[in-house]
T-cell receptor, first 115, second 116 residues
Framework: AQSVAQPEDQVNVAEGNPLTVKCTYS??????LFWYVQYPNRGLQFLLK??????LVKGSYGFEAEFNKSQTSFHLKKPSALVSDSALYFC?????????????FGQGTTLQVKP | NAGVTQTPKFQVLKTGQSMTLQCAQD?????MYWYRQDPGMGLRLIYY???????DKGEVPNGYNVSRLNKREFSLRLESAAPSQTSVYFC???????????????FGEGSWLTVV
């Protein structure tokens, strides 16, 4: 079955330190990968996506993600965390066979950045 | 820049009542979706519409119906609400690219539904 896993329910990091939010996927073929962020009582906001090309993708608010095909991972990173980065983060995958555009989501990881 | 607009924002229903969640997008997108979000389960697809005039079941369609009224609007109906349908509902839409695979999905702000 096609799936996405975010192995950490919560990630805690001090402001100014680098952060990583992990994501692994199980999809046949070359997937299309996405990261979204959700602030409290708000909708999901698009951060970045990997379609093809360079394995390092840069997105909004200083975030980036690295696609690793051999490890089937797409971890979200930021060199220096801000308190305002505290939110719920979702990884999502679109299987290459999909012709409908729908995404499969991970269960989400709460990022807590402390001053 | 309205994007995806959904109403109502909050709703409390009694078991057995019916209601319709409304959604509209102004980005000329072909595809529209309804997801539900439950703690620890991420987002699960209820129904989607790949293009105007078509609708298909997603992962959790039971207890719901949808209507793609036109290219802009995609409504979700609960015919007989149950407590298990207490959730946050998100409408979303994506791209004009016919290949669809690289299109970003854009989400509305959510509808908080409680069934008592």
């Amino acid at each position: 079955a096609q799936s996405v896993a975010q192995p950490e329910d919560q990630v805690n990091v001090a402001e100014g330190n680098p952060l990583t939010v992990k994501c692994t996927y199980s999809v046949s073929g070359n997937p299309y990968l996405f990261w979204y962020v959700q602030y409290p009582n708000r909708g999901l906001q698009f951060l970045l996506k990997y379609i093809t090309g360079d394995n390092l993708v840069k997105g909004s608010y200083g975030f980036e993600a690295e696609f690793n095909k051999s490890q089937t991972s797409f971890h979200l990173k930021k060199p220096s965390a801000l308190v305002s980065d505290s939110a719920l983060y979702f990884c999502a995958v679109r299987p290459p066979s999909s012709n409908t555009g729908k995404l499969i989501f991970g269960q989400g990881t709460t990022l807590q950045v402390k001053p | 820049n309205a994007g995806v607009t959904q109403t109502p924002k909050f709703q409390v229903l009694k078991t057995g009542q019916s209601m319709t969640l409304q959604c509209a997008q102004d980005m000329n997108h072909n595809s529209m979706y309804w997801y539900r979000q439950d703690p620890g389960m991420g987002l699960r697809l209820i129904y989607y519409s790949a293009s105007e005039g078509t609708t298909d079941k997603g992962e959790v369609p039971n207890g719901y119906n949808v209507s793609r009224l036109n290219k802009r609007e995609f409504s979700l109906r609960l015919e007989s609400a149950a407590p298990s349908q207490t959730s946050v509902y998100f409408c979303a839409s994506s791209g004009t690219d016919s290949l669809r695979r690289g299109n970003t999905i854009y989400f509305g702000e959510g509808s908080w539904l409680t069934v008592v």
